[in-house]
Structure formats: C-alpha cells, structure tokens
C-alpha cells in the first residue's frame, strides 16, 4: 500500500503541474506509475479527487477535452453523411472541394451579427486562399429572410451568387421583397429568371435540407461557423477564425 501511495502522491503531483499549466513537469516521473494499484488506491480513497482542488481540477478538463472530442467526431461524420447536400449545384462555395480544411457559415441575410462577421470572413478568405468555403442558407429572421435565401440560391445558378451575396450583406436597412430584387437587378440578375427560380419546389426543398443539416448540428442561431469538427457561435473575428484553422492544421 506505500507504494501505492507513493504512485498516488507522483500521479497527484503530475495532474497539479498540468492544471497549474507548468512546462517543467519531468515525463519520467510518470514511468514507474502502476495504473492499476492508483486505480486501486483511487477506489478505496475517493474521496481524495475531491478534496484536492488541482487534481478535481485536471479531471474536469480531462472530461471537457473528452467530451468536445467526442462532439467533434460525431460533427465530422455528420458532415461526412451530408456530401451531396455541401456538393449540390445549389450550395455556393469557392475554393477547392479537395483541401483539408473547409468552413461552413450558416447565416441569415437579416441577422446584424452575421453583418458584422462578413468583413471579418473575407478577410480570411484575402488571407488563406487555400480554404474552401461554404455558404449555408438558415433563414430564421421571417418571410423576407426566407426569400432573400431563395434568391440566392436563384442568384447562384446565374452565377452570380458572390455579387449577390455582398450587396445583401453589406445593405444598412431591412430587407423587403422591392429591395431584394432591387439589389438582384444591380448587380446584373435577370430579375424574372430569378423569380421562376424562386419557386422553384428544388430550391424549396434544397433550402429544408440545409435547415435539418443545421439542426442535426445543433445551430441553434446565426452566424454560426462549422470549421472541421468544431464549431463557432456569434459574432466572431478574423483572429477567432484564424486560430481555430490553426488548430485544425495541427490537427491533420
């Protein structure tokens, strides 16, 4: 029993070095440990975790760390699951389908956030080339955020979904239905084709599939970034989405 004590005391002294965020830990301390006398030990003195604030401390991360990995991996083959929906002709994207890292952004039209969060987005996209991203339509904003989704879809099969896409985003007022095909005829739409498209019953039933990919994900709001397995919330910045494609590269 003291020399499970003794693992116990290594182990404890281990886990508070690595909450207390220490670089200077030796890993060969940890190399005589015999897992199963700590467990042992732990079992008969549960206690312990508890009253230690460091060791309560690293276990709660560990769990953390655990479970977001878990989420990640269940997103991931979410996504994998829904590859003809994110390669549809209907889905506007740039970049190339074959690069390792791609951001998704559900966004509505209405939503101030996602506004906010646009310049940030294409200064990523000036900066890192080498990305593909997508643009998932989520109109939760009412009537005329749905048609104004409508529309760029229709917009994207004229091939013009990028033009579209910025005078929407970058408009200073709410959207009604004059104004959206308004902005559709500035930017070089033909307005009626777009309305056939519209109503189109495939773009209808397009934009269904992206919601229910949206709720399978658990995106509850807009805008809302799905970068590999993780996922970002709210307004973000350039740096938010820089660091976590960072993350994903040291992850490949």
Request: net charge negative; aromatic share 6%; charged share 20%.
């Amino acid at each position: 029993m003291h020399r499970a004590l003794r693992n116990f005391v290594t182990l404890i002294l281990v886990l508070a070095a690595v909450a207390c965020g220490s670089s200077d830990s030796d890993p060969s301390s940890t190399g005589n440990i015999d897992p199963d006398l700590v467990r042992e030990y732990l079992l008969m003195h549960p206690d312990i975790v508890f009253d230690d604030e460091a060791v309560s401390d690293a276990i709660r991360r560990a769990l953390l760390r655990r479970g977001q990995g878990r989420v990640a991996e269940e997103r991931q083959s979410i996504l994998s699951a829904h590859q003809e929906l994110l390669l549809s002709p209907l889905t506007p994207s740039s970049g190339s389908a074959n690069t390792d890292i791609t951001i998704i952004e559900f966004y509505d039209y209405q939503c101030v956030p996602c506004r906010v969060s646009y310049p940030e987005l294409q200064q990523v996209r000036a900066t890192e080339p080498g990305i593909r991203y997508v643009y998932g339509q989520l109109p939760i904003y009412g009537s005329h955020s749905i048609m104004a989704a409508r529309a760029a879809v229709a917009a994207h099969r004229q091939g013009l979904f990028p033009e579209f896409h910025h005078a929407l985003m970058t408009i200073d007022s709410e959207l009604d239905m004059t104004l959206i095909f308004a902005t559709a005829a500035e930017v070089g739409l033909n307005v009626e084709t777009l309305q056939v498209d519209m109503r189109d019953p495939q773009v209808h039933q397009y934009l269904k599939e992206m919601r229910a990919l949206a709720e399978v994900l658990d995106i509850t709001g807009t805008p809302s970034f799905i970068i590999g397995g993780a996922k970002l919330s709210g307004g973000i910045t350039a740096g938010d989405l820089k660091s976590e494609l960072d993350r994903q590269r040291n992850q490949i």
